[in-house]
């Protein structure tokens, strides 16, 4: 029978931690730091401390957490080696099961890890569903970890150590995550869809109105329609819009959604779990029998990362009455003009105008992302409330200088324009990093027709911008743009400027913002804010509502925009369940 979290809250020491016992390997220390805290708000709560005592610990101590984690590698060792859980886990995987190829490759893997480090590989073999991970994924993971720096290793060793503790840790609460999983499915599920050229190499590539992406938009109609949606449709410019209608038909509406595009090579959840949260929500309200006394509005938009065409926030634009009819006219690099495209599609363009909301009727908009940083997997924390989206300004430089001989020209006498340039790659990071939360990147870099024996006499270089702010973005601007001219005046250079973005940033309304804290917190979970220095969907719905975001993990050090995306789905249910506890707040202040 499963443990109850009013047991752990209520029993003796000694008997609260034999019930966590297992939990970390040989280290009945972390469950008894942990239980000092009693008594706990939550699963959650108690996880985020049994972390925290690691966290705190000593650099001896944590070494010594994971070397006395069993080898990965030691099927045929199990027995006094490997604990009944480690078993189990270790089958889920497949491990005693492999080919003798497979296994002999993994005894050598092995080997040369522990070699390298002085600890055992940890992984979490039961993966970020809890299901198992196939053999060829341990053996992938097995290699890619081997080319981490010895500190990086340990980190990575402790944070699957601590998932490994919360995959136990559900087994003996008998929590588990039941929205999270499905949510989880719905990803796999959607993500069988993707373009030609990617399709075939199992890579995930969803670009504006491929056959790809409209097949996506068919599967979160029926999904949408299966979950109780009471109204479902696919508007004219692509974006997938379900309605949960309130107990009143002149309620106002809470709109909500991320894009169901991606980026070529992608991964799984950028976007779209924004749309599988609240779609998750509303079966659970339907499942209740529950109305709102609000209107919730989910959309799956259409297009936000402009990988087909120039245009982006196509489908969040169209709400606001941003999108401009002389993009129909852009073309594909196949030559496909988005206005056949979406001939093609059995869209109307000249319905676009008519998709422009009234704010008035709208409470405000809310979006659920994935991280795509680091910051929540380094910190160890499922969820953070986002404080705002920074503005950006993106500019394309051309420094000219004059192209002379590499051998016969003092260096001195040079008028180097890649010079110039490596100056300011150095100079935006180093201006960047005294902001805290500012950052800068020249993420192209190019000598026209340069050659090795030739000084370069001229260099192009891009700058990405930005801020949680308009006005700490435009310092940063005017330090890199007075830095540029200094640095050719001295250099004897010149250049030219174009701006070719100019975002504004998009703070969080302080009102909705506080929804997410406290739903955070009624989680039994450390509430933390942040900026987004990525765009989202709900800069563009901050120009005529207010707006709030909620970031979610990312496993693997949190990389987005890559196929190894990843979060878990037990961070999922924690972000279900805190926009459920969203929703009813609001519907309790709504009434």
């Known amino acids: 029978m499963a443990y109850t979290l009013a047991q752990l809250n209520s029993v003796p020491p000694a008997e609260a931690a034999a019930m966590l016992d297992g939990l970390y390997e040989r280290a009945p220390w972390i469950a008894g730091r942990a239980l000092q805290s009693r008594p706990f708000r939550s699963l959650a709560d108690l996880r985020q401390r049994m972390r925290q005592a690691v966290d705190e610990a000593d650099a001896d101590a944590r070494l010594a957490l994971v070397r006395a984690h069993p080898e990965l590698a030691a099927p045929a060792q199990q027995g006094p080696t490997l604990s009944e859980a480690s078993v189990r886990e270790q089958n889920l995987a497949g491990l005693a099961q492999g080919t003798a190829a497979e296994l002999s490759r993994l005894r050598e893997l092995d080997a040369v890890y522990g070699a390298k480090f002085g600890f055992p590989f940890v992984l979490a073999v039961r993966g970020p569903r809890g299901a198992g991970l196939a053999l060829r994924q341990v053996l992938d993971e097995f290699e890619r970890r081997l080319d981490n720096p010895p500190d990086v290793e340990l980190q990575e060793a402790l944070h699957h150590l601590h998932r490994i503790a919360e995959l136990r840790l559900q087994d003996k609460f008998g929590d588990a995550p039941a929205l999270g999983n499905d949510i989880w499915d719905w990803g796999e599920q959607l993500a069988v869809h993707s373009d030609p050229g990617y399709a075939e190499k199992g890579l995930l590539t969803v670009t504006y109105l491929t056959d790809a992406h409209r097949a996506c938009a068919q599967l979160l109609s029926q999904w949408m329609r299966e979950c109780g949606f009471d109204e479902v449709g696919i508007d004219a410019v692509g974006n997938v819009v379900g309605r949960y209608l309130a107990d009143r038909p002149d309620a106002p509406t809470l709109l909500t959604g991320s894009h169901y595009d991606t980026v070529r090579n992608a991964g799984k959840y950028d976007g779209r779990l924004g749309i599988f949260v609240p779609m998750a929500c509303v079966r659970e309200l339907h499942r209740r029998g529950q109305r709102l006394p609000y209107h919730l509005e989910v959309i799956g938009f259409a297009e936000e990362e402009g990988q087909r065409y120039r245009a982006t926030f196509l489908g969040s634009g169209a709400l606001i009455g941003g999108f401009r009819l002389e993009w129909l006219d852009q073309k594909d690099a196949d030559g496909i003009s988005m206005r056949d495209a979406m001939a093609h599609a059995g869209l109307r363009a000249e319905d676009i105008p008519a998709l422009r909301r009234d704010p008035a009727r709208y409470l405000g908009f809310v979006e659920i992302h994935i991280e795509q940083g680091p910051v929540l997997y380094e910190m160890g924390l499922p969820l953070a409330v986002v404080t705002s989206i920074n503005g950006c300004l993106r500019y394309q430089v051309q420094v000219s200088g004059m192209a002379c001989h590499a051998g016969t020209t003092p260096m001195d006498r040079r008028r180097d324009a890649a010079a110039a340039a490596a100056e300011m790659v150095l ?103 942040m900026p987004s220095g990525a765009g989202h969907d709900a800069m563009k719905l901050h120009e005529v509502m207010p707006q709030a975001m909620l970031f979610v993990r990312g496993q693997n050090a949190g990389i987005s925009h890559n196929p190894r995306e990843s979060t878990t789905s037990d961070d999922i249910q924690l972000a279900a369940l805190a926009m459920l506890q969203l929703l009813d707040s609001l519907a309790n202040d709504t009434k």
């Open 427 to 529: 100079y935006v990071e180093k201006r960047a990093a005294q902001d805290g939360d500012s950052v800068g990147t020249v993420g192209m870099l190019e000598v026209p027709s340069g050659s090795i024996n030739v000084v370069p006499g001229e260099c192009r270089f891009s700058l990405d911008l930005r801020a949680p702010s308009d006005a700490q973005r435009d310092a940063l601007a005017r330090d890199v743009l007075a830095e540029l001219d200094a640095v050719c005046q001295r250099r004897g250079l010149r250049f030219t400027l174009e701006e070719t973005m100019r975002a504004a940033a998009a703070p969080s309304a302080p009102a909705w913002q506080r929804r997410w804290e406290q739903a955070v917190d009624a989680l039994g979970l450390p509430v933390h804010r």
